[in-house]
């Protein structure tokens, strides 16, 4: 018997190497490389064999001859997903939604096709029993007729019920489940993984049903099996969230057939999840009148702004080594900005316990929030609110200095919209004449000192 091809590859960044390797030349990590099985050595598969590609279908066609005309998509009936796919589903695409176990994968995929009635949907359930699925289903208190469950992690048997059935689309939940019998090693690692996705890539190009893939994120914050899979499919979308908070971020990380900036919300209620159309209200439902610690910023994550509350927390050591520790911020820039604070401020901190979160449990990546995280440390310190009116947005340099920050203006609309009285920016952000329009009153700041004269006087 022929035996196997085999390759080596790299589990963190998927680099193929023929032969096994300690250090990952690409990414650097050690001991990451696993054996694969390629294919079967097939003879009538070599190159040489020209004739092969005698039939073959494809042609060469002239640029100026393709039609650019408008793609189909599938509405999702979910405002959030369509947007995040770049205006809905496209026919024949393997999408892999990625997070966290329990943040609400399978519920985001049973909710959306639930809506979607007039599609033959099969979902392959490696995870839950059938049963769970349904009541999953009645949770979520709608009805679909044509809503097949599989509960099978083969992947052949997998693809002979595809045949029978002949879904309009595919779920599959989850791609670390499915194994294949052609791959010795076990279910989830890399081999199957890489086997399995390239299967049901093949699949849905072939036939072009859409087909979704759910997959785990490991601890580091990568899908297990990570950049091999990630390689494969056509989009990977990234559900985020803190699971002791009810809001979840859907996060658009690739996209062969859209921007990749776009960003869904979520609330996740007994019922499901809800779309929030509006993410401000993840701040506007709390009153922290008169509260030290509190800073309000006007951030843009994705394409959207939306105005977000920064807390903070400083209290006096209670050990010889203080704490600092960071919630939905980068715990590094956080001990940056508390030494801006200390050497531009003067402020005493080495002594001190911080404590930083970012309301709703969302992480934020937007360096404008900076302006906020350091007022709000600094009100906790000094125990003085700032006014519920005031918004802020600026990047902080290492000297201090407030440097401007991209989309200036739709942050200002939107802090205008909900109300707020004033908004702190970086000075030169804003071209002379938008000032003047503006209802809302517009502070312009060069440096921190000036933006806490303005808050704290
Ligand atoms: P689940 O979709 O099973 O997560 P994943 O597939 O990512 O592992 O969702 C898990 C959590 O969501 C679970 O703790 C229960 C909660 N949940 C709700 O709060 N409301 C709901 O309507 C549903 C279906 C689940
Ligand atoms: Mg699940």
């Known amino acids: 018997m022929a035996k196997d091809k085999t390759t080596f590859v790299c589990c963190q960044c998927g680099n193929d190497s023929p032969k096994w390797l300690g250090k990952c030349p690409v990414c650097g990590e050690w001991n990451t490389y696993e054996e694969i099985v390629v294919a079967k050595t097939n003879s009538s598969q070599k190159l040489t064999g020209l ?7 494809s042609k060469p066609l002239l640029l100026n ?4 005309g408008e793609e189909i998509r599938i509405n999702m009936g979910d405002g959030e997903l369509n947007r995040v796919l770049g205006g809905g589903l496209v026919p024949g695409s393997l999408i892999l939604i990625g997070g966290e176990p329990g943040i609400g994968k399978s519920t985001l995929v ?21 049963r769970q699925l349904k009541l999953r289903a009645e949770r979520l208190g709608t009805e679909h007729a044509n809503l097949y469950i599989l509960c099978e992690t083969n992947l052949e048997a997998v693809f002979s019920h595809i045949n029978n059935l002949k879904p309009d689309l595919l779920i ?11 791959i010795e090693s076990s279910s989830g690692s890399v081999s199957q993984i890489r086997e399995s996705a390239a299967a049901f890539l093949k699949f849905a190009k072939a036939t072009s049903i859409p087909t979704l893939l759910i997959g785990h994120i490991n601890k580091e914050g990568s899908i297990a099996g990570p950049k091999v899979l990630e390689h494969i499919v056509d989009t990977v979308l990234q559900f985020e969230g803190d699971q002791h908070y009810m809001y979840r971020i859907l996060r658009n990380i690739k996209n062969r057939f859209g921007s990749t900036f776009e960003l869904g919300i979520y609330e996740m209620r007994q019922d499901g999840l809800r779309e929030v159309s509006n993410p401000s209200e993840l701040l506007l439902t709390q009153n922290h009148e008169g509260l030290s610690g509190m800073a309000i910023a006007a951030a843009i994550e994705g394409i959207r702004p939306f105005l977000i509350e920064t807390q903070s927390l400083v209290s006096t050591a209670a050990y010889g080594t203080p704490q600092r520790s960071a919630t939905g911020f980068d715990t590094r820039r956080m001990n940056m900005l508390l030494a801006v604070l200390e050497k531009r401020a003067g402020f005493k901190l080495v002594q001190k316990d911080v ?34 009116e005031v918004c802020m947005s600026g990047e902080v ?30 000075r030169n952000n ?20 000036e933006a806490f004269r303005e808050l704290f006087g």
């Open 430 to 449: 804003l071209k002379g004449s938008d000032k003047n329009n503006a209802q809302i009153q517009i502070i312009e700041v060069k440096k921190v000192e």
């Open 397 to 426: 340099g290492l000297s201090g200095e407030i440097r401007p920050v991209n989309r200036i203006e739709q942050r200002i609309q939107e802090a205008e919209k909900l109300g707020f009285n004033k908004i702190l920016i970086p």
């Open 355 to 388: 404590f930083l979160n970012i309301a709703g449990g969302l992480h934020i990546n937007d360096p404008a929030i900076d302006l906020s995280v350091i007022s709000a440390i600094l009100s906790s310190s000094l125990d003085i609110p700032i006014e519920r």
């Open 65 to 68: 001859n393709i039609d650019s």
């Open 110 to 130: 049973m909710q959306t096709v639930l809506k979607l009635k007039n599609y033959k949907t099969l979902y392959i359930s490696g995870e839950e029993s059938a």
């Open 172 to 182: 599959v939940d989850s791609i670390q489940t499915i194994y294949s019998e052609r």
């Open 51 to 57: 004739s092969n590609y005698e039939n073959q279908k």
